[in-house]
C-alpha cells in the first residue's frame, strides 16, 4: 500500500518537479494532495497521467497524509511546518527555514543518510541550498579519501534559482534588447540578459552575501565543521543548471587520475571529463537530469595537494525537488514514514 502525500508549493517551479519526480521515481503514492495558497484553489496540475486540483492549506487536515513536500518561502515554513509536523506527518522542507534548526536533519542522501533517523524530533527534516546539495555530492568521497582541509568555490546559478519570476525576467530583457532595449530589472537588481550579476540574496555585515554564508553553513552540518569554505555566488544567464568552479586543497596526498575514478564510482555523480573542445558538462546538458555532474579535474600545483573540478547540476532537480523526493525514499527504505489507517 502506497502512501498519502501532500505537495505544498505544486503551482511553484519546484512543486512541480516534485510531482514529476514523484511519478518519475514511482515513488509509493496511494494518494496526491497538490496544496497551494487560496488564490491557487482550483489551479490544475499534472501528476503523471493524472490533473490534480489545488487545495488550500489553510483549509486542508494534515493529519489525514503521511508525508508532506514543502516548496514555499522560509517565511511561509515557518509558520506552517511545525503545525504540520505536530499533525503527525514528517516535512520535507526545501526552503532555508529551518536548514540550521540543531533539531532539524539537514540531508543530502547521498552524503548524510543516517541523519534521517533523528527527523522524529520535530517531524521535519531540510532540504539544503541548490547550489550546496551538488557541491556537498561531489565533495563527500573526495573528502572520504583525502580529508579536505579548504575550498574555494565559485558559482554560476542559473536565473531558475529566483522562481519562475526570474526565469520570465531573462526571456523578456533577451527578447526586447533586440527590439527597444532590455526591459528594467524588476526581480534581479540589475540587467541579467547578456549580463553576470555577482550577487545572489541579500549582503550580510562582512561583505559577504547571505546565499554564500548558507553554503559555508550548510556544508559544514552536512559533511564537516572543520573544512574551510570560502564562496562566490554569480547569476548567470541560464535558464536551468547550476555550475561550480571549485577549487580544492586536501590535508592528505591525492591526484587527478584517482580523484577521477573515485568519483566515477560514487553515488549520484557522473564525470564527463575529456581534454577535447567538448569533454566537459554545461548547465544546459544537465537541465532535466538527476545526477551531478564533475568535469575538468585537474591538479592545482600552487598548493601541496589541491584539486580543481567542474560541478554542474540541474538546481530544480537535485538542487531541489529531486532531493526531496530521495529524502522521502530513503525515509520509506528504512520504515520511518507512518502510515495512518485509513478512515
Not at 502525500?5 to 514529476?20: D, I, P, Q, S, Y
Not at 492549506?57 to 497524509?65: H, N, P
Not at 529566483?162 to 533586440?178: H, I, R
Not at 600552487?302 to 547540476?313: K, Q, R, Y
Request: proline share 6%.
Amino acid at each position: 500500500m502506497g502512501y498519502r502525500v501532500a505537495v505544498v508549493g505544486a503551482t511553484g517551479n519546484v512543486g512541480r518537479e516534485m510531482l514529476n519526480i514523484l511519478e518519475e521515481l514511482k515513488f509509493p503514492v496511494d494518494k496526491i494532495h497538490a496544496i497551494a495558497s487560496r488564490k491557487s484553489i482550483g489551479v490544475e496540475v499534472s501528476f503523471g497521467d493524472r490533473i490534480v486540483k489545488c487545495e488550500d492549506i489553510a483549509q486542508f487536515d494534515f493529519s489525514t497524509v503521511d508525508l508532506v513536500l514543502m516548496s514555499v518561502s522560509g517565511t511561509f515554513s515557518k509558520e506552517w511546518s511545525p503545525k504540520i509536523g505536530a499533525a503527525g506527518p514528517i516535512v520535507i522542507d526545501n526552503s532555508s527555514a529551518f536548514r540550521m534548526d540543531p533539531d532539524v536533519p539537514l540531508v543530502v542522501p547521498e552524503v548524510n543518510p543516517d541523519d534521517v533517523m533523528w527527523a522524529s524530533r520535530k517531524n521535519i527534516i531540510a532540504n539544503p541550498n541548490c547550489s550546496t546539495a551538488q557541491l556537498v555530492v561531489a565533495l563527500k568521497p573526495l573528502h572520504d579519501l583525502a580529508k579536505i582541509k579548504r575550498v574555494v568555490v565559485s558559482t554560476y546559478q542559473s536565473v531558475s534559482g529566483a522562481g519562475k519570476e526570474g526565469m520570465d525576467e531573462l526571456f523578456d530583457q533577451t527578447k526586447n534588447v533586440f527590439v527597444l532595449g532590455a526591459t528594467p530589472p524588476n526581480k534581479f537588481p540589475k540587467q541579467i540578459a547578456f549580463n553576470v550579476i555577482p550577487f545572489i540574496g541579500a549582503f550580510q555585515d562582512d561583505g559577504y552575501t547571505d546565499e554564500e554564508q548558507k553554503m559555508w553553513k550548510e556544508t559544514h552540518k552536512i559533511l564537516d565543521a572543520d573544512i574551510k569554505l570560502t564562496v562566490t555566488c554569480v547569476r548567470v544567464p541560464v535558464m536551468v543548471g547550476h555550475s561550480e568552479s571549485v577549487n580544492i586543497e586536501f590535508h592528505n596526498p591525492i591526484d587527478e587520475d584517482e580523484a577521477r575514478d573515485l568519483l566515477r564510482e560514487s553515488p549520484g555523480l557522473i564525470v564527463i571529463d575529456k581534454r577535447d573542445s567538448t569533454g566537459y558538462m554545461t548547465p544546459k546538458e544537465a537541465q532535466g537530469e538527476h545526477p551531478v555532474f564533475v568535469s575538468r579535474i585537474r591538479r592545482d600545483p600552487t598548493v601541496e595537494n589541491g584539486l580543481n573540478l567542474w560541478v554542474v547540476a540541474d538546481n530544480l532537480r537535485k538542487g531541489a525537488a529531486l532531493n526531496a523526493v530521495q529524502i522521502a525514499e530513503l525515509l520509506h527504505e528504512r520504515g520511518l514514514i507512518r502510515q495512518k489507517a485509513l478512515a
